[in-house]
């Protein structure tokens, strides 16, 4: 297998425009999972999915991030309008079903997102 | 106050070395502990997951302290390539893993 793949791997672009960042989980995970990583805040969850549905999504900073799965194989991250304080690194990791909990999660290489 | 707390370190250490990190959190329901490895502009990969009892794996060992609410990694005779950055992660009672800031760990020669 793969491993989780997301795309792009690198994204600069300015204030206001919209981003869609993408992943692929393992193929056979029942979880995927969107983080945020910066230096300030370290990674923090901002949604959750369990067999394409959306789980928990209080972590997503405000309206302007929205996240969707419509498969098991293929989940979007949009930020629209995009503003600096979004610069970050955003991962993707997907885990399988484990006896009621996600156990192990398989992070994706990230994206590194520049909003000038 | 942070549900999961590490000290961020650096932590610089001669090549060869033992290090002991901790880590501690403050939801008394959380039910299972990991600790997780990331290099440099990589992603975080799962290094070992935290047993009660305490477990180790060569030259890594962790140990859980229910009571006191913390947990540790320690490290034996490290090596250049043990430098990275430590997250600790707890999970809560709803299955979702809470993720410490990390320990930036760096072996010198």
């Known amino acids: 297998d793969a491993g989780v793949i997301q795309s792009p791997r690198h994204e600069v672009t300015e204030m206001g425009q919209e981003v869609t960042l993408r992943c692929k989980p393992i193929?056979?995970?029942?979880?995927l999972f969107w983080y945020r990583q910066t230096m300030m805040r370290g990674l923090e969850l901002l949604i959750y999915?369990?067999?394409?549905?959306?789980?928990?999504d209080s972590g997503m900073p405000e309206d302007r991030f929205s996240a969707k799965m419509p498969n098991a194989s293929f989940s979007t991250l949009k930020i629209q309008p995009s503003e600096p304080r979004d610069s970050a690194v955003y991962f993707c990791?997907?885990?399988?079903?484990?006896?009621?909990?996600?156990?192990?999660?398989?992070f994706g290489p990230g994206t590194r997102l520049t909003v000038l | 106050r942070k549900e999961v707390e590490q000290d961020p370190g650096p932590f610089n250490v001669p090549e060869g070395a033992t290090v002991a990190f901790n880590c501690t959190y403050s939801n008394s329901a959380s039910q299972s502990f990991f600790w997780y490895r990331q290099d440099c502009r990589k992603e975080p990969k799962l290094l070992m997951s935290?047993?009660?009892?305490?477990n180790e794996d060569g030259r890594f060992t962790a140990q859980l302290n229910r009571a006191s609410q913390y947990i540790s990694l320690l490290i034996r005779d490290s090596k250049l390539s043990d430098s990275a950055t430590y997250l600790c992660?707890?999970?809560?009672?709803?299955?979702?893993?809470?993720w410490g800031a990390g320990t930036k760990l760096i072996i010198k020669p």
């Open positions: 999915f369990n067999n394409n549905v959306p789980i928990d």
């Open positions: 193929s056979g995970h029942d979880y």
């Open positions: 992660v707890c999970m809560d009672s709803n299955y979702q893993l809470i």
């Open positions: 990791a997907s885990a399988p079903y484990s006896g009621g909990s996600t156990d192990t999660q398989y």
């Open positions: 935290v047993y009660s009892s305490g």
